[in-house]
């Protein structure tokens, strides 16, 4: 499994900046899209900067970009400053020139009934987009990539989930208290984020090492679902030397 591990998350951030806006200039010189599987969180935060600030200091145009973000709680109103919605638009939309009908984040504010025809929808939609061209990752601490919780299964595709302890502890703060978080999310599945042409997983920061040490070098299982990267071909993890920290 590709590792490559920089100095601090600027660096590695920076690095993966450059790696979508370069792909994004081959396609605009091919005159094609160029779709982006997009996470949130704190991990890619560094990233989404550094595409505002070549796209306001360098000219970068995201007039060619289509994005797909992995997951969105549910049930979630956009406006809420908690939103899946909220952090892209703060993070990335509201400071490049992309065209807001070709953003795609799950909707939080569907009906239970009206969810699965959504789910099958949003996997035709990347299909008929000619798929994600790359799909950057962050990893929870349950080892989930988007909110694919231990169980998911490795064919899984985009639908509701029920989010794990860990993970609504963790997201705790940004609600105010656990109880406050929501207890389901809508996520591309497993078998979704697998299609993805290029897959980047990054990870910072100490609290991330025992999970990255797992997803790595552990046992390829249901319980660890980052683990089924290992499978792979198109994967590559980047990492601060904090979460590498613990690879043998
Ligand atoms: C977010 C997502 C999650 C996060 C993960 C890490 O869209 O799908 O898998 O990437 O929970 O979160 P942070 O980056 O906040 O540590």
């Known amino acids: 499994l590709p590792v490559s591990i920089f100095k601090n998350p600027k660096e590695a951030s920076l690095s993966v900046a450059n790696r979508i806006a370069s792909l994004i200039k081959e396609k605009q010189q091919q005159n094609q899209n160029a779709v982006l599987g997009l996470a949130t969180g704190a991990t890619p935060v560094a990233v989404y900067?550094?595409?505002?600030?070549?796209?306001?200091?360098?000219?970068?145009?995201?007039?060619?970009?289509?994005?797909?973000?992995?997951?969105?709680?549910?049930?979630?109103?956009?406006?809420?400053?908690?939103?899946?919605?909220?952090?892209?638009?703060?993070?990335?939309?509201?400071?490049?020139?992309?065209?807001?009908?070709?953003?795609?984040?799950?909707?939080?504010?569907?009906?239970?009934?009206?969810?699965?025809?959504?789910?099958?929808?949003?996997?035709?939609?990347?299909?008929?987009?000619?798929?994600?061209?790359?799909?950057?990752?962050?990893?929870?601490?349950?080892?989930?990539?988007?909110?694919?919780?231990?169980?998911?299964?490795?064919?899984?595709?985009?639908r509701l989930v029920t989010l794990d302890d860990l993970t609504r502890r963790d997201a705790a703060r940004d609600f105010g208290g656990k109880s406050n978080v929501p207890t389901k999310a809508i996520t591309m599945g497993i078998g979704t984020i697998f299609k993805a042409k290029e897959i980047i997983l990054m990870a910072w920061n100490r609290k991330k090492a025992a999970i990255i040490k797992k997803a790595v070098e552990g046992e390829i299982s249901s319980e660890v679902p980052a683990t089924y990267l290992q499978l792979s071909e198109n994967v590559e993890f980047i990492l601060d030397q904090d979460a590498a920290l613990d690879l043998t």
């Open 49 to 158: 900067a550094e595409l505002v600030r070549l796209h306001q200091e360098e000219g970068l145009s995201f007039k060619n970009v289509i994005t797909f973000n992995l997951d969105e709680y549910y049930p979630m109103q956009p406006n809420s400053v908690q939103s899946y919605v909220h952090f892209m638009n703060e993070n990335l939309f509201n400071h490049i020139d992309i065209d807001k009908s070709n953003v795609h984040i799950p909707d939080g504010t569907l009906s239970l009934e009206e969810i699965p025809a959504f789910c099958l929808n949003y996997e035709k939609k990347i299909e008929s987009v000619g798929g994600l061209d790359i799909q950057i990752l962050g990893i929870g601490r349950t080892g989930h990539i988007g909110f694919n919780e231990p169980g998911s299964a490795p064919n899984s595709g985009t």
